[in-house]
């Protein structure tokens, strides 16, 4: 049976498309998340939320948990963070965390129609960012604007926090600035992360390295007598594939099914060469390697250099060592306890929102949950619509999953705020 709840979310749903519509239509790759950050803020302005920009510095924080950031020539100047808040002073019961920056779209040729300019059809917005991740606002606006309709005293007494962060996709020093410098928290963090409507309790961990290859260079008529940089590369990748395969069975992930792989490593970018009847004499692979939750970046670190240098001093084609560098990512895996009292509610959330319970699971990658819970011990998951095609081509967001998802949050908020955290 519909309630006023339900019957407010639908009457809402088209200003929530739009808003996604306008959100997608923002290049917000990392560095340039501005221009969509402001769209977050008038939104979340226009439903009576205060609004505080917390600068973001382009440089590489002085924490030791921090990735590695970029080089500030690829950033915009004078970069920030948005947190909208529920009037009031106190802290807050409870954040809501998404992240602003998408991936690049370097091929839109390939894409039916360009990236940045979202279109619907079948039933979903297409675009970067449509649901990486920028469905999970959608879904904070729509839940926050019916919840204003049907109970517009609910935040009287406690207060709710929404936070938009930068550089999810690549370090993940937003929401650790956020914390660290900023103070940002709550009793709990929901994570509005795309999870096709199920419960993401936890991640393995994440390092990203770049391997540079040196090798013998020359003419193409002589390609044959030595082993060129890119030729060179590939094969410390597919010594690292077998190294990460090995973990599986010296350190399995236990929430995880027997076909699913948790430590993948990914050739995500080669650059080499110079001409095409000249054989490459150097070359950067930049890689994305997974490691078990029990690790530490550092200890994972050196097992990736290790696995590294002995491929190399194994194959006598390599002149040299290769030399490895840290890029991005060093986040350590991260786990919510299947019986806490967030994934408890969170999932009778969904299930009095559509009569069944929500899957739960874990990924064989990472999230801003993590830095909630590692560090900090406040309860985080993840929960969101339904994606297709992250990262990748043609990526979309399936509308109706939206209106779902936040019919959830916005019963999980209730009870969070309108019937007591036991309801």
């Not at 309630?3 to 407010?8: E, P, Q, V």
């Not at 008038?42 to 439903?47: K, N, P, R, V």
């Not at 490691?291 to 240098?309: D, G, L, N, S, Y």
Request: charged share 20%; glycine share 8%.
């Amino acid at each position: 049976m519909q309630t006023d709840l339900d019957r407010a979310i639908d009457a809402h749903a088209e200003s929530a498309f739009a808003f996604l519509e306008a959100l997608v239509a923002q290049p917000s790759t990392v560095g340039h998340e501005q221009p969509a950050l402001e769209i977050f803020a008038g939104e979340a302005a226009s439903l009576g939320l205060e609004i505080e920009r917390l600068p973001f510095a382009n440089a590489q924080p002085a924490d030791p948990r921090a990735g590695i950031a970029p080089a500030p020539h690829l950033l915009s100047a004078d970069r920030y963070q948005v947190v909208a808040r529920t009037p009031g002073s106190g802290n807050l019961t409870l954040l809501l965390n998404g992240h602003m920056d998408v991936v690049p779209a370097n091929s839109p040729d390939l894409w039916t129609n360009p990236p940045f300019e979202p279109q619907r059809r079948d039933g979903k917005l297409f675009g970067r960012g449509a649901g990486d991740m920028k469905s999970g606002f959608a879904v904070g606006i729509l839940a926050l604007r019916a919840l204003r309709d049907v109970a517009p005293d609910l935040f009287a007494t406690r207060r709710l926090g929404f936070i938009a962060v930068v550089e999810e996709e690549n370090t993940g020093n937003g929401a650790l600035t956020s914390i660290t410098e900023h103070g940002v928290t709550a009793r709990e963090v929901v994570v509005l992360e795309p999870t096709d409507l199920g419960l993401l309790l936890g991640g393995v961990g994440v390092l990203w390295v770049d391997i540079h290859v040196i090798a013998a260079s020359g003419h193409a008529f002589a390609a044959e007598l030595h082993a060129n940089a890119v030729d060179l590369g590939m094969e410390l990748v597919e010594g690292l594939r077998r190294w990460a395969g090995s973990l599986r069975q010296s350190d399995p992930e236990p929430s995880m099914s027997a076909n699913e792989n948790p430590y993948n490593v990914n050739l995500g970018q080669v650059h080499s060469g110079d001409w095409t009847s000249t054989a490459p004499a150097s070359a950067v692979f930049s890689v994305r390697v997974g490691f078990p939750r029990a690790w530490t970046p550092e200890r994972a670190e050196a097992a990736v250099r290790e696995a590294i240098a002995n491929t190399a001093k194994a194959d006598p084609r390599f002149p040299t060592q290769p030399r490895v560098r840290l890029t991005g990512f060093r986040a350590k895996g991260h786990l919510l306890a299947a019986d806490a009292p967030l994934g408890r509610d969170m999932s009778a959330a969904h299930e009095a929102a559509h009569g069944v319970p929500p899957a739960a699971f874990t990924l064989g990658s990472t999230t801003d949950a993590r830095a909630y819970l590692n560090d900090y011990d406040i309860p985080a998951l993840c929960y969101g619509p339904i994606a297709h095609n992250m990262h990748g081509i043609d990526e979309s967001v399936e509308l109706q999953s939206i209106v779902d998802a936040a019919r959830t949050l916005a019963r999980f908020i209730l009870m969070r705020f309108g019937q007591g955290e036991g309801a």
